[in-house]
């Protein structure tokens, strides 16, 4: 068992994983947030106290850290005695972070895929680019490195899998469709890192179509969906993480990512983008400071964390997997909805940093009691989904599954096949 858990990072994610993580403690054991504001870390921890989520004894501490420094990561998590590290910070950490922890042998977590601050929508798959560089480090460290588990990267490779091995003998498709129906009231603002959030959107949009890398451009293809609670949404092709991953483990032939914009976001979008304000190059003013427009412009925005009190709404976020059982064509959505204003009074937070928060704390759970500690690394479709989606619902993240029988909250266990025993586990079980 493992106990002891690091957070790395201060922002809306990180506030919720470590209200989670508190909610859990009993499990998890003591609970350290580290970022290089060490104000963000204490507003979390005072959070924490007014919303009375700890749950059992044990110590609850702010650090200040620049996890770039491989060297200072390495010595917090040895003072800590962290057994599990969530990054949750910016994915330009995950390489820095990753390394600390395969010296230390601490369990290793993150959210998004790592990213280059001067490359944007580099060649496919993003994971071959870095993380999957140290999966042999991680092997002969015994190291679990879970990638990629908050919503989208995460539950979604869960969701994927989880449907493959249950639904279907044969896939042809897996649309991975996210809609935020909620309304921040404001006038322009992202839910997350305007950095981060503008990055996947400047580039090539990146689809697995006809088991190959389709390019295509943004807000070039779009589709209006029928989906539960939120009704008919307008979501456009986007290029995203999970599909570097799911492309290589799932053997299904086309997978796509969907994001819902409102026309809107779509105009202020393209105006910063055709002035060049959304370039992660540097420029030089006309007196000679150099500035990079992107930061500039994140600058600017609201911080996505003031948005969650007077945010409204729901999301709905899910795989649409269509393929064959037993020779007739099926259709089945795996889903999840989530309500800002619920996860306000909850955490205070909005629902999108909440669904991406608690699958990170659900897999560090399992980590905890051994269920995923894999002792090397695993994208999420690798692991057996059916403990992470049953732990999900109990902690605050409720699956359900729309097909012919009906729209239903999904119980894993109950609607795995009865002859298959055990879903399929792509990664080995480390030796003992």
């Not at 295509?216 to 999970?242: C, I, Q, S």
């Amino acid at each position: 068992m493992k106990r002891n858990v690091l957070i790395i990072g201060a922002g809306g994610v990180a506030h919720v994983a470590a209200h989670k993580c508190a909610q859990n403690n009993i499990l998890l054991g003591d609970i350290h947030i580290a970022s290089r504001t060490l104000s963000k870390c204490e507003a979390i921890i005072a959070s924490i106290k007014e919303k009375d989520s700890q749950r059992g004894p044990g110590l609850l501490k702010a650090h200040q850290l620049d996890a770039l420094d491989i060297e200072a990561t390495k010595a917090l998590i040895r003072s800590t005695n962290s057994q599990i590290v969530l990054n949750l910070g910016s994915p330009f950490l995950n390489m820095s972070v990753l390394q600390a922890c395969i010296e230390t042998g601490a369990a290793y977590l993150d959210t998004a895929i790592h990213e280059d601050p001067s490359k944007v929508c580099e060649t496919p798959p993003w994971y071959g680019n870095y993380e999957w560089k140290r999966l042999d480090a991680c092997r002969k460290a015994g190291v679990t490195a879970i990638l990629g588990v908050g919503f989208d990267p995460g539950v979604v490779n869960a969701y994927g899998r989880f449907a493959v091995d249950a639904y279907f003998d044969e896939v042809d498709s897996i649309d991975i469709i996210d809609i935020n129906a909620g309304s921040h009231g404001r006038y322009f603002a992202t839910n997350f890192d305007p950095e981060i959030n503008f990055r996947e959107f400047t580039s090539t949009v990146w689809s697995w179509e006809d088991g190959k890398w389709k390019a295509n451009k943004m807000f070039e293809h779009k589709k209006d969906w029928e989906l539960p609670v939120v009704g008919t949404r307008t979501a456009y092709l986007t290029g995203h993480d999970e599909l570097h991953s799911m492309s290589k483990n799932l053997n299904v032939p086309n997978i796509r990512f969907w994001m819902g914009f409102g026309e809107h976001y779509i105009n202020v979008f393209n105006v910063l983008n055709n002035l060049g304000l959304l370039s992660e190059q540097p420029v030089k003013t006309a007196e000679g400071l150099e500035v990079v427009p992107l930061k500039v412009v994140k600058a600017v925005l609201p911080d996505p964390a003031s948005l969650a009190a007077t945010y409204t709404g729901k999301t709905c976020i899910g795989d649409l997997v269509k393929g064959r059982k037993d020779g007739k064509p099926t259709e089945v959505l795996v889903y999840n909805v989530c309500d800002h204003e619920e996860s306000y009074k909850e955490v205070g937070s909005q629902a999108i940093s909440y669904t991406a928060g608690v699958p990170a704390v659900a897999a560090a759970m399992l980590i905890a009691d051994g269920v995923w500690d894999v002792r090397q690394m695993a994208n999420v479709e690798e692991l057996d989904p059916r403990p992470f989606i049953e732990l999900m619902n109990r902690i605050g993240l409720v699956t359900r599954v729309k097909d012919t029988k009906g729209d239903r909250v999904l119980d894993p266990y109950k609607e795995s096949p009865a002859d298959a025993g055990a879903l399929r586990q792509v990664v080995d079980a480390p030796a003992e």
